[in-house]
């Protein structure tokens, strides 16, 4: 269990009812493959989105395209209320302050410290040594990992290289965070703890999320558990229905480029389509 | 795609790289820093194979001139012919060669990998230009350091024939000295420092884009290191041809 100081997020002048994010009717293909097709969803605000989808599914494009880093062949893309299918590189660069990116395998700088890569864009824009040891500091709080300051990432356990991530990505107070399969290829235990993470910055910061998975226990954590803090600062998870208690979490599920499935975790398991069937139960 | 669209399609992506690159030129931070690490290790990292390279390209021409200089009674210009061929030519594109093989395929790979771990675009969505923090200082250190090293590469191959010269065929060092002297003109220095700026340039830019555009995973890094060594050869190779009638052009044919 982690301490964690309130993170104050900036206050966005943004009214609540913008999705934080929104795509409309979004197609995509490389070279004659079709990738993604007329895909329409939003993401509110404060709420965690899980993806699932099989590998090749479009998955990490569709978070790529959040963050400009491709742009779609048709669609528009709505960051906080915001058309991004046009802007220019400045516009983009503007924009992903506000957007946290946890990678695949973390996609750490390998020639850094875990100090210098979380310290990463906030060097970057000329902020001063002090203030950035501080926020470093804090970050790797928050993911626990205060005793690896000063490693190099070639050292790490690959739990510790997406945690590191996560500090990195946090950095700056994003107010939507995007997991791209955080937890895939870790051990049940630290794949839990990635998971705590992404329910904390939900219920304790009121981040906006989207989370792709395709292991099911993630779904079950995040879809079942809340956080709360007592009054000295400690988190606790809390299942839900221990309390009566809404939890601010949506399933969608791809396939092929189309969006299959868009609802809550009760829909889906209710679901009849025999592929999701299989996806959930594994047979 | 055919061969030529894709030519075309490389050479704009290299265009857009160095408008990029540019256009970062004027904007803060200028990355320093890392222009200097990059200088440090192009630089100081080759010099040893680069002296070595003129060294023995210096003995080799003296080793095989000298018997055709002897058959005509010219032997008094041994050196000369040896400054004029390395400084012009030899020098400039040996070493752009070496750093081909050696700096070009260690940009493109480090780039390639971090393509495929996606560092780069981690570097993007940190809010920071991967054509100014990677490919600038890169590009730079090279245009930089590839002249220095020519000169030091000329240097050697100067050392490496007087040697031969002296102890294999017992010219007198003096006599090499003085032809050297005759045969070097300003013209000869000013364009043996042109060419190695312009190869400098053209293995930064082609190796940062090689890298920069790997696809396909761990394969892809090893075909890009690959490509960007034979393209950027073979641009030097063909660049040296159309430098040398241009420095012709201007400072007139003077040879012999
Ligand atoms: N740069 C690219 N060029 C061509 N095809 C790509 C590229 N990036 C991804 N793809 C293809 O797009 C599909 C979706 O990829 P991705 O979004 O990475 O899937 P995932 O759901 O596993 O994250 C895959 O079939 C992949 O081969
Ligand atoms: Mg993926």
């Keep these: 269990m982690f301490e964690t100081e309130t993170i104050s997020r900036q206050q966005s002048p943004i009214s609540p009812i ?75 660069t503007e924009m992903r302050k506000k957007i946290g990116m946890v990678f695949q395998e973390g996609a750490l700088f390998d020639s850094l410290s875990v100090y210098d890569n979380v310290a990463y864009r906030l060097a970057e824009e000329g902020i001063d040594d002090d203030e950035i040891e501080h926020e470093v500091i804090r970050m790797l709080r928050f993911v626990d990992l205060e005793d690896a300051i000063d490693k190099m990432p070639i050292e790490l356990s690959g739990g510790m290289r997406r945690r590191v991530g996560i500090a990195r990505a946090l950095v700056g107070s994003p107010s939507i965070v995007l997991f791209d399969e955080p937890t895939a290829g870790l051990d049940p235990p630290t794949a839990r703890t990635i998971c705590e993470l992404a329910i904390k910055l939900r219920d304790l910061e009121g981040v906006s999320s989207i989370f792709v998975t395709h292991e099911m226990n993630n779904l079950k954590y995040l879809s079942s558990e809340y956080a709360i803090v007592d009054g000295e600062g400690q988190v606790f998870f809390e299942q839900e229905g221990d309390k009566l208690c809404i939890i601010n979490t949506k399933v969608m599920m791809i396939k092929q480029g189309n969006i299959i499935f868009d609802g809550t975790d009760e829909e889906l398991k209710l679901s009849k389509d025999p592929y999701i069937h299989r996806f959930i139960t594994g047979r | 795609m055919n061969p030529f669209s894709r030519f075309l399609v490389e050479l704009q992506d290299i265009s857009f790289l160095f408008w990029r690159m540019l256009r970062g030129l004027r904007k803060q931070p200028r990355y320093f820093d890392e222009m200097i690490r990059q200088m440090d290790s192009i630089g100081v990292g080759s010099l040893a194979i680069v002296s070595l390279t003129g060294f023995f390209t210096g003995c080799v021409l003296i080793l095989q001139a000298y018997p055709t200089l002897e058959y005509y009674g010219a032997q008094s210009s041994a050196g000369q012919s040896v400054a004029i061929t390395l400084i012009r030519e030899l020098g400039p594109v040996l070493c752009a060669l070496m750093v081909a093989g050696r700096v070009g395929s260690a940009i493109s790979a480090e780039l390639g990998s971090m393509v495929v771990s996606q560092q780069i675009d981690a570097m993007r969505a940190l809010g920071t230009s991967p054509a100014r923090k990677l490919v600038t200082p890169r590009v730079i250190a090279l245009v930089v350091t590839l002249p220095l090293l020519t000169v030091a590469a000329d240097v050697f191959g100067l050392i490496g024939g007087g040697i031969i010269a002296r102890y294999l065929y017992a010219l007198d060092a003096n006599t090499y000295i003085t032809s050297l002297r005759a045969g070097i003109t300003i013209q000869d220095i000013i364009g043996g420092v042109i060419k190695p700026l312009a190869f400098g340039f053209i293995i930064g830019l082609i190796s940062c884009h090689k890298g920069l555009t790997t696809q396909g995973g761990t394969v892809g890094v090893g075909k890009s290191t690959t490509d960007a060594v034979v393209l950027s050869s073979i641009t030097v190779i063909i660049a040296d041809f159309f430098l040398s009638k241009v420095l012709q052009g201007f400072f007139g044919n003077t040879l012999f």
Excluded at chain 1, 42 to 49: F, N, P, W
Excluded at chain 1, 51 to 63: N, P
Excluded at chain 1, 74 to 84: C, K, P, Q, R, S
């Design chain 1, 18 to 92: 913008v999705p934080a994010i929104e795509f409309r009717d979004v197609d995509l293909a490389f070279d004659d493959r079709v990738i993604l097709d007329a895909i329409n969803f939003t993401v509110r605000r404060g709420e965690t989105k899980i993806v699932l989808g099989g590998s090749g599914s479009g998955k990490s494009t569709i978070i790529k395209l959040i963050l400009g880093l491709l742009r779609p062949d048709a669609g528009t893309v709505l960051v906080d209320g915001e058309d991004i299918t046009n802007a220019d590189e400045q516009e983009l």
